[in-house]
T-cell receptor, first 115, second 115 residues
Framework: NAGVMQNPRHLVRRRGQEARLRCSPV?????VYWYRQLPEEGLKFMVY????????ESGMPKERFSAEFPKEGPSILRIQQVVRGDSAAYFC?????????????FGPGTRLTVL | AQSVAQPEDQVNVAEGNPLTVKCTYS??????LFWYVQYPNRGLQFLLK??????LVKGSYGFEAEFNKSQTSFHLKKPSALVSDSALYFC?????????????FGTGTRLLVSP
């Protein structure tokens, strides 16, 4: 029973480049969440998606960041024109439903380093 | 706003001794509380959750947590610590105000278990 998969595990980009982070949820889960963890801090919610829909993007920066969860394939978090402040660990989580009691299961994360 | 606080940045305990990692919460309505553990360069692993019912919740790896409504606390406990329990522990609460989906995390507590 595969858990949440994320790739790449480590990503290095130069300032101004684009970063694409991929997340495959647990099989059968249709709800995906992205969180960001800055060094020595807790996780901060970014966005919540269902298949083909963004449900809550209240934690996403207004510019340069976007997310999608297509009908087929993984969820993608895209960061355009990266800056050094984007360096962080980005975690994806999934759950089978959106009930308040449901557990979110996390992937291993993608560690983005911006040079 | 929903929030959790972890007052200790680090907890040190000797192997074989009981451990407690503290968490207090502030919520509107019923609290849905979670504990996760993060090992170095890994994702978060779910330990346990409180939804309703018994105030003592049992979880993975011998951990348990006690929900105390009068003290608004949800402390994580283990009767006998192992060196392998050394990790970063996060308390989280489900945000029922701005959205059912997101988790709001504490800043984390580093647990160090010495041999």
């Amino acid at each position: 029973n595969a858990g949440v998969m994320q790739n790449p595990r480590h990503l290095v980009r130069r300032r101004g480049q684009e970063a694409r982070l991929r997340c495959s949820p647990v099989k059968g889960h249709s709800h995906v969440y992205w969180y960001r963890q800055l060094p020595e801090e807790g996780l901060k919610f970014m966005v919540y998606l269902q298949k083909e829909n963004i449900i809550d993007e209240s934690g996403m920066p207004k510019e340069r960041f976007s997310a999608e969860f297509p009908k087929e394939g993984p969820s993608i978090l895209r960061i355009q024109q990266v800056v050094r402040g984007d360096s962080a660990a980005y975690f994806c989580a999934s759950s089978p439903q959106t009930g308040t009691t449901d557990t979110q299961y996390f992937g291993p994360g993608t560690r983005l380093t911006v040079l | 706003a929903q929030s959790v606080a972890q007052p200790e940045d680090q907890v040190n305990v000797a192997e074989g001794n009981p451990l407690t990692v503290k968490c207090t919460y502030s919520v509107s309505g019923n609290p849905y509380l979670f504990w996760y553990v993060q090992y170095p360069n890994r994702g978060l692993q779910f330990l346990l959750k409180y939804i309703t019912g018994d105030n003592l919740v049992k979880g993975s790896y011998g951990f348990e947590a006690e929900f105390n409504k009068s003290q608004t606390s949800f402390h994580l406990k283990k009767p006998s610590a192992l060196v392998s329990d050394s990790a970063l522990y996060f308390c989280a609460v489900r945000d029922l105000v701005t959205g059912f989906q997101k988790l709001v995390f504490g800043t984390g507590t580093r647990l160090l278990v010495s041999p």
